[in-house]
């Protein structure tokens, strides 16, 4: 065991030293516990703790920073049962633990990443030598005492601090939710759409481009203790809609998505290395960061081509060029999965060929692995740095948030002397941020009428009429979105992509309605 085999790494470089993963499953045999989300997420803390080695102890943090639970994201996923004041003191009095600092996150599934940042810098720069990251969804918890009438009390209060973080933002406007936009899958099957129409694919073909691409996750999942679903779906089950594999919008059904309803929890722990030496943390358990950034693109409908994310190519870029290293030297790499979409969009900006033999996901990703919330990339995080300390050198993680708009990279790396003269100086060297300001937006037409149809999508209700939605442009290249629920026009969408067919619009009551021209 060595503890201090680094004397080349100043001691205010910000290292990785723990790693904690905890999942709680439903039992059909037993009363579930229905545990809170702070409870879980203690408890992956207690592992993080545990995997340093050394004499690291929960009263060494100094600063607990915890994702945004879905729950406190929007009103419309309030926890009927309560919820904590104050997650990160929850959490740390269940873990013997008294910070200085707390914050609790935006929402955004970049968070993990832009916070690990944050704590970094702010190590980096001797304003902090010890942190704990979190994050948790008990998303199936709550469900399950919905379902059943139960009525848990997950209430918890505090007169402490707390650093939270929520942006007052809605992810969509009132217009969107008008025309029926009201959830991520309809507007990520309107680039999913868009895709497979500049690639030439029908909407069969397609679907069984996806599930291609989506299978290999699902056999990376079933081998994950960590997974909340472990079935072995191969491509031929994912592009069938039996057997529970329901449509939700065209061309996505329910085993195709990112699935939230977990009981899930991830923590990692941030010191400096010359705290790590203090304690004794072996200096094999030191993970390395070689390279970060992160940033936004334009609104959907304003991008110059909807299909794709122009920060993400510019973020990954500059990973890369922080770190000195290309994607091919990634023995590890998670690519954020909440749809196929956003896994194909990444691996075409890293210029990853369809056939490489390295797994895109380390957990087995958000349709099978699980999409606990914002948090999904801490599980990302806590595997890179278990695996890295015995089996590989350079990891890559992504994370994406928004409609295909927000992104995160890092490059995580074993402590070894080649990957340590590389380290990035976060005392020097500000993480890159790509900013949506400077992208020209695609101007939006507020009253059109007749355009051009650029994708589209089908929402299947179950409680109201079906409804079809299109993103077109006008004739002098401005965007907007229209929908219909007219039975037979459904009907024809449903059938046969209508991209690039002309339409006529009119407007009711705020809505833009459409049908075909021809």
């Known amino acids: ?14 290292i990785l030293v723990g790693a904690g993963q905890y999942t709680e499953h439903l039992s059909a045999d037993a009363e579930p516990a229905l545990n809170p989300p702070v409870e879980l997420a203690a408890r992956a803390a207690v592992k993080a703790i545990a995997s340093t080695g050394g004499n690291f102890s929960a009263s060494d943090i100094e600063a607990i920073a915890t994702i ?40 955004g599934g970049t ?23 979190t994050g948790v969804e008990a998303i199936a918890n709550q469900r399950y005492a919905q379902r059943n009438g139960l009525e848990p009390d997950w209430s918890e209060s505090f007169e402490l601090p707390l650093d939270s973080r929520e942006t007052v933002q809605r992810m969509v406007s009132s217009a969107e939710l008008k025309s029926g936009m009201y959830l991520p899958a309809h507007w990520y099957a309107l680039i999913e759409n868009i895709r497979a129409h500049q690639q030439g694919n029908s909407v069969a073909a397609h679907r069984i481009q996806m599930a291609d691409l989506l299978a290999p996750l699902s056999k990376v999942a079933m081998n994950n203790p960590y997974s909340y679903f472990n079935n072995n779906l191969s491509a031929k089950d994912l592009a069938s809609e039996d057997n529970g594999n329901y449509p939700i919008c065209i061309p996505y059904s329910k085993f195709m998505v990112a699935q939230d309803a977990v009981n899930q929890a991830a923590a990692v722990i941030l010191t400096s290395a010359g705290k790590a030496r203090e304690l004794g943390i072996p200096a094999e358990n030191w993970i390395l960061q070689l390279g970060y950034a992160d940033g936004e693109d334009q609104y959907l409908p304003q991008r110059e081509n909807p299909g794709t994310s122009v920060a993400m190519e510019q973020v990954f870029k500059a990973t890369f060029e922080r770190a000195g290293l290309g994607q091919r030297d990634m023995d590890l790499i998670d690519i954020y999965s909440c749809f196929p979409c956003a896994v194909e969009a990444a691996r075409d900006a890293l210029d990853i060929p369809a056939g490489d033999a390295r797994p895109l996901t380390v957990t087995g990703g958000l349709p099978f692995f699980g999409g606990p919330g914002n948090e999904y990339s801490m599980h990302a995080l806590a595997e890179m740095v278990l695996r890295l300390r015995k089996e590989a ?48 937006p695609v101007p939006l037409c507020d009253a059109p009428e007749t355009g051009t149809v650029l994708s589209y999508t089908v929402i299947f209700e179950r409680k109201r009429d079906d409804t079809a939605i299109i993103l077109a442009e006008t004739a002098n290249g401005e965007r907007f979105l229209a929908s219909s629920a007219e039975v037979k026009l459904v009907q024809q969408v449903s059938a046969l992509s209508p991209a690039g067919r002309a339409i006529e619009v009119e407007q009711i009551e705020g809505r833009n309605h459409f049908r075909f021209q021809d």
């Open 1 to 14: 065991m060595s503890i201090d085999s680094n004397p080349q790494l100043a001691d205010n470089t910000p």
């Open 68 to 107: 945004r639970l879905f729950s406190d994201s929007a009103p419309a996923w309030a926890c009927p049962f309560g919820r904590s004041d104050n997650p990160p003191e929850s959490i740390a009095r269940r873990i013997g633990a008294t910070p200085r600092e707390r914050i609790y996150s935006d929402a």
């Open 111 to 133: 968070q993990p990443l832009q916070l690990m940042a944050e704590l970094s810098t702010a190590i980096a720069r001797g304003e902090l030598q010890c942190a704990l990251l």
């Open 393 to 440: 050198e350079h990891a890559l993680v992504t994370a994406n948030g928004g409609m295909l708009s927000k992104h995160a990279a890092v490059i995580l790396a074993a402590n070894s002397s080649e990957n340590r003269a590389r380290t990035l100086d976060y005392d020097t060297l500000q993480p890159t941020v790509v900013s949506q300001d400077q992208i020209e």
